[in-house]
């Protein structure tokens, strides 16, 4: 009977594992098979190869331990890298995402399965894939390849039809679109071809469970048996093709995500932004000709090299980026792909130089010299000053990176550099470093004024307390702006009432206080910063503090998680926290009412640095006749103020402020003032309402106050003044 003829066409060829539903695996690949091995193991090479191309480049990073906590990273691993759980926020992205994501993984495992199937018939008489199991196999192929399909697609729409502004456009993404389109559509075509010669003929009620094959089968039944055999052999070798193409491909684009992602997301430091990495020994770097912060990438950590392997260019950092939103040269994405390119361009002349000076100095000046074997230097080159002093470290787009990659820190290192070595920075930072060092605040104001914003309301000063061997609950710690500005004391004040109708018994440290170091910390003078944190730890140790309650949201973060590196360790709250607690314990009891309608701010840093989002919103919740409606960007979400990393002290004068771009947001509510809970957010809010002439229709008060104002309100007529 001649290959083709209508009678064969009709019985069909019986799968040689009939009479059950089975998979007939390899069917008609005879000694083409080879190509599949000999194709994997030069896959497996290359990927290798690729892989450790990225490996050596890493460690002309410098060490840094990254292996505490392991069953904690496992986990942390587990939910945000296999588990997608950042990437989901994004209903589109996450949805492509997971469409590709999921069908890259679950093929790849069918694929798998086949080979074990065919291997284990041959060698030991055994085959899973027959009966239920494999109808089920077969419908998770097709699902998955149609899922992958769609994924692409969407991948493709949202890149070349909706064209983000959030994604780069390079060649190798397109690329890495093809080859998965060329995967899932071969894929469908080798199923349909295979199925048209048998199951659809033979066994439909099998062929059924390959939906997609099965319905593109009926396409190909009038081609002749032959034809289909060729045709099913030839899709199968660029199925084959292309699947290895793609398991290379990821050693040498972003597909490496696949790999890096995860392990970046392992070895990711949950206090990455929020407690920066000390510099242990300035005196003997110094002395060792050791640069201070980072020049080049080879003052990087490994961690941080890694950091810029991991990026997918996803952009979402960029699209919440407050910097880049105001129009400054600052977008994190591009930072960060920035030193990756830099890695890849200057890297393999530093591992050359690591390799001549193995076994001694001969590469010394081209070691400690900020010029890269490419003939550029990482900032300044590379990297502007002016991209690394837009950055408020607001932290996100820390919060957005589904590959956990570490911001703030990479930036704030190049700030110290730029700082401590080579003294690059605005007359305005000179000034708060001068006056920080001087006077212990950014305005140079006498320390002996530190507690004048008390004098009439009886607040204890901690030495007196101390020598008067009284006990107190609390160290409230005030900060330079509620000691020192005009604005800032009225909330100093407003809290110390607070804490006064509870019954807390509390003091300050009036001049013994200075600054805490954050604008030194975040600008990079890390010298300064640990001057200053270790003559306040010292003053509270000699003190015996145990609890302190703070109004400042930086002077919170710093005391919470930076303060212990160098042995300050105290049980901090931020003053809403505290507030919200005494409430709850019944120590407040809010009698007045404030029938006011308003918006609340949430301040980076007890926001997104520290996840203190509720108990701000359940004290504002308290005051009767108060109602809260949130902006639109709220949250983790929140848009910065535009005070962080310095910013309240220095500017950097390219594009809007970003005070005045969430001061609309606030105004855009149609609510009649705002509730903060920073003397930065304090500050910054002011000035955009000036500037947006709101002044007579929308106040900038903060939580205490507030509450404060409620409390007066329930035991006088009028409000109490400040």
């Not at 998770?140 to 780069?168: H, I, N, P, Q, T």
């Not at 000046?365 to 607001?394: F, H, K, M, N, Y």
């Not at 990479?410 to 700082?419: K, T, W």
Request: net charge neutral; with cysteine; hydrophobic share 40%.
């Amino acid at each position: 009977m001649p290959p083709g003829s209508s009678i064969e066409r009709t019985v069909g060829v019986e799968p040689s594992c009939s009479p059950q539903p089975c998979r007939d695996s390899f069917w008609n690949i005879g000694d083409e098979r080879i190509v599949l091995y000999i194709g994997a193991a030069i896959m497996v090479g290359l990927l290798a190869w690729g892989i450790s191309r990225w490996y050596r480049l890493w460690l002309i990073g410098k060490p840094e331990f990254r292996a505490n906590d392991l069953l904690g990273r496992l986990r942390q691993m587990l939910v945000f890298g296999l588990g997608q759980r950042r990437t989901s926020r994004d209903a589109y992205a996450g949805t492509m995402h997971a469409f590709i994501y999921g069908s890259f993984v679950v093929l790849t495992v069918i694929t798998i399965m086949e080979s074990l199937n065919y291997w284990g018939h041959r060698l030991f008489n055994i085959q899973f894939l027959n009966g239920p199991f494999y109808l089920v196999y077969s419908f998770f192929g097709d699902a998955f390849g149609l899922l992958l399909l769609v994924g692409v697609g969407m991948a493709a729409y949202r890149r070349y039809v909706m064209k983000s502004s959030k994604l780069e456009y390079r060649f190798d993404d397109g690329l890495t679109l093809v080859l998965f389109t060329v995967v899932g559509l071969t894929g469908f075509f080798v199923e349909a071809a295979r199925l048209a010669v048998t199951e659809t003929v033979q066994h439909p009620q099998w062929a059924i469970w390959s939906p997609i094959s099965y319905l593109l089968s009926f396409a190909l039944l009038s081609l002749p048996v032959g034809f289909l055999l060729g045709f099913h052999k030839a899709m199968w070798m660029l199925h084959l093709l292309a699947a290895l193409g793609v398991l290379t491909w990821i050693g040498y684009s972003k597909m490496s995500h696949i790999l890096f992602g995860p392990l970046n997301i392992f070895f990711f430091n949950p206090l990455a932004g929020r407690a920066l990495r000390p510099i242990d020994d300035f005196e003997g770097a110094i002395e060792r000709g050791e640069p201070l912060g980072v020049a080049k990438l080879t003052d990087f950590t490994w961690k941080q090299l890694l950091d810029s392997s991991a990026c997918i260019k996803c952009g979402r950092c960029h699209a919440v980026c407050p910097a880049t939103a105001s129009g400054k040269p600052l977008s994190p994405k591009n930072l960060i792909l920035d030193i990756r390119y830099h890695l890849l361009s200057a890297g393999p002349g530093y591992l050359a130089q690591k390799a001549a000076g193995t076994n001694g100095a001969t590469a010394a000046e081209e070691t400690l010299s900020p010029v890269a074997p490419d003939g550029r230097t990482l900032v300044g080159d590379v990297i502007s000053d002016d991209v690394l002093w837009s950055c408020t470290t607001c932290r996100a787009c820390m919060e957005e990176c589904p590959m956990f990659i570490e911001h703030i820190p990479a930036i704030v290192d190049m700030r110290r550099n730029l700082v401590m070595m080579e003294s690059r920075f605005s007359p305005e930072l000179q000034r708060l470093f001068n006056n920080l060092e001087s006077a212990g605040n950014p305005w140079r104001s006498p320390k002996a004024q530190r507690a004048d914003w008390a004098k009439d309301l009886g607040v204890k000063i901690l030495a007196e307390a101390a020598a008067e061997g009284e006990e107190i609950e609390v160290l409230y710690w005030v900060g330079c702006a509620g000691s020192f500005d005009e604005r800032n004391q009225k909330v100093a004040r407003s809290f110390a009432r607070t804490m006064q109708a509870a019954g807390v018994k509390f003091a300050i440290l009036g001049r013994e206080e200075t600054c805490t170091g954050d604008p030194a910390r975040r600008c990079g003078n890390e010298y300064l910063f640990q001057l200053l944190a270790q003559e306040n730890i010292a003053t509270m140790n000699g003190y015996n503090v145990k609890k302190v309650v703070t109004a400042c949201a930086h002077c919170y973060n710093t005391i919470k998680n930076e303060y212990p590196q160098f042995g300050g360790h105290y049980d901090v709250m931020h003053h809403t926290e505290y507030i919200d607690e005494l409430i709850k314990s019944g120590r407040i009891r809010i009698q007045g009412r404030i029938d006011e309608t308003l918006t609340y701010h949430d301040p980076c840093y007890i926001g997104r640095h520290n996840g203190l989002y509720d108990a701000p919103r359940e004290v504002l919740k308290a005051i009767p006749g108060l109602n809260v409606i949130e902006m639109p960007r709220n949250g983790r979400k929140a848009f910065c103020c535009g005070g962080g990393g310095g910013h309240s002290f220095f500017e950097v004068k390219i594009g809007s402020r970003i005070n005045h771009l969430r001061t609309q947001e606030a105004l855009d509510t149609g609510s009649r003032g705002l509730a903060a809970a920073c003397p930065y957010c304090n500050l910054m809010f002011e000035d955009g309402v000036k500037v947006k002439d709101a002044v007579e229709r929308f106040r900038v008060r903060d939580v205490a106050e507030l509450i404060d104002e409620a409390i007066q309100a329930g035991t006088s007529a009028a409000p109490a003044g400040s």
